[in-house]
């Protein structure tokens, strides 16, 4: 089976690409934790073609976080099936992924993202020249529900893609206009899935164990995709994964695995590749910390006390303070 993390019933939970939060460390955290399939942060073909170093840093991965895709998106066929050859042959990932979802409009603008949703024609012809691009890598896809609420094209963008050769399905229950906003439309989801024969996997509002399971017994989607329920709390796959084995949410994780944690991928960050920024001042990483932070005791206190954290040394003292009890 060219995807064979959907063999044999098996349900997976992939970690969503989130630009600036999901690097490669941030995904060994969530891979630990128990996520089963992941997506690099998604990349400009353009980059990959005439860019420098920067933009192959974005699609790095280690061995350990198989099965990886790489995710890229980009206005033209050409690009993005040249793109595809390039990152086939210098890190020859599981699956090659095309985002036709991304509603920021930087990408928008450029006839990118979902704003191909406007020309499923157009889109689907970019598909077609990465499948045919790679023959020996699968190929798959994100998309969003369509455009605004008059213009809901999941269905038949789904069978378009599948009809050139995509072979999974990722769709965020959400137009572009939505943004990140309001409830997804899993309705939707769920209508496309029983129509399509490719795995759809379902993004949207997927923040709890519970919800998971309702998902899995009441639709034919064939795994789902979690971002923000994971940004900050990677500890959301155990959960998930125990919940579906045994019928009960485990504990959460303590204060001080919390702290291991944060403290443990501050120093990771520190001798990152990737890492362009000055070693002895670290705001430079303070969202991704304070992400960590999410659920933990005193947490809004916390947060605005960061901003007075520059160094590691501040860092380890504020986790010994929290540690101790004295917030």
């Given at each position: 089976?060219a995807?064979?993390?959907?063999?044999?019933?098996?349900?997976?939970?992939y970690?969503?690409?989130m630009?600036?939060?999901?690097?490669v460390?941030?995904?060994?955290?969530?891979?630990?934790?128990?996520?089963?399939?992941?997506?690099?942060?998604f990349?400009?073909?353009?980059?990959?073609?005439?860019?420098?170093?920067?933009?192959?840093?974005a699609?790095?991965?280690?061995?350990?976080?198989r099965p990886m895709g790489?995710?890229?998106?980009?206005?033209?066929?050409?690009?993005m099936a040249?793109?595809?050859?390039?990152?086939?042959?210098?890190?020859?990932?599981?699956?090659?992924?095309?985002n036709?979802?991304?509603?920021?409009?930087?990408?928008?603008?450029?006839?990118?993202g979902s704003?191909?949703l406007?020309d499923?024609?157009?889109?689907?012809?970019?598909?077609?020249?990465?499948?045919q691009?790679?023959?020996?890598t699968?190929?798959?896809?994100?998309?969003?529900?369509?455009?605004?609420?008059?213009?809901?094209?999941?269905?038949?963008?789904g069978?378009?893609?599948?009809?050139?050769?995509?072979q999974?399905?990722?769709?965020?229950?959400?137009t572009?206009?939505?943004?990140?906003r309001?409830?997804?439309?899993?309705?939707?989801?769920h209508?496309?899935?029983?129509?399509?024969?490719?795995p759809?996997?379902?993004?949207?509002?997927v923040?709890?164990?519970?919800r998971?399971?309702?998902?899995?017994e009441q639709?034919?989607?064939?795994?789902?995709m979690?971002?923000?329920?994971?940004?900050?709390?990677?500890?959301?796959?155990r959960?998930i994964?125990?919940?579906?084995?045994?019928?009960?949410?485990?504990?959460?994780?303590?204060?001080e695995?919390?702290?291991?944690t944060?403290?443990?991928?501050?120093?990771?960050?520190l001798?990152?590749?990737?890492?362009?920024h000055?070693?002895?001042?670290i705001?430079?990483m303070?969202?991704?910390?304070?992400?960590?932070?999410?659920?933990m005791?005193?947490?809004?206190k916390?947060?605005?006390e960061?901003?007075?954290v520059?160094?590691?040394?501040?860092?380890?003292?504020l986790?010994?303070?929290?540690?101790?009890g004295?917030s």
């Open positions: 089976m995807l064979p993390w959907f063999s044999n019933g098996a349900f997976p939970l970690l969503a690409p630009a600036r939060y999901t690097d460390l941030y995904r060994q955290l969530c891979k630990e934790q128990g996520a089963d399939v992941m997506v690099t942060e990349v400009r073909a353009d980059a990959l073609i005439h860019g420098g170093p920067e933009a192959w840093r699609v790095d991965f280690t061995e350990a976080q790489v995710q890229i998106f980009g206005s033209t066929a050409a690009a040249e793109a595809a050859r390039r990152i086939v042959e210098r890190v020859a990932p599981d699956f090659i992924d095309l036709f979802g991304c509603p920021a409009s930087c990408v928008t603008d450029k006839q990118a704003a191909l406007q499923p024609p157009a889109l689907a012809k970019i598909a077609q020249h990465v499948v691009a790679v023959p020996a699968p190929v798959t896809a994100k998309i969003r529900i369509g455009w605004d609420a008059k213009s809901i094209v999941a269905e038949d963008v069978v378009r893609l599948q009809d050139v050769g995509v999974a399905l990722a769709i965020h229950g959400r572009k206009e939505q943004g990140y309001g409830e997804a439309d899993w309705d939707v989801i209508t496309v899935a029983d129509k399509l024969l490719i759809v996997i379902g993004n949207g509002n923040c709890s164990a519970a998971v399971q309702a998902i899995r639709s034919s989607v064939a795994g789902v979690i971002g923000r329920g994971a940004l900050g709390y990677p500890w959301i796959f959960e994964k125990h919940f579906l084995q045994n019928g009960e949410i485990p504990p959460p994780p303590t204060v695995q919390r702290w291991d944060l403290l443990g991928y501050a120093r990771l960050l001798q990152a590749p990737f890492r362009s000055d070693v002895g001042n705001r430079w303070h969202s991704k910390l304070k992400a960590l932070t999410k659920e005791p005193g947490c809004r916390l947060r605005v960061f901003e007075s520059t160094s590691l040394d501040d860092l380890e003292r986790a010994e303070k929290y540690r101790e004295r």
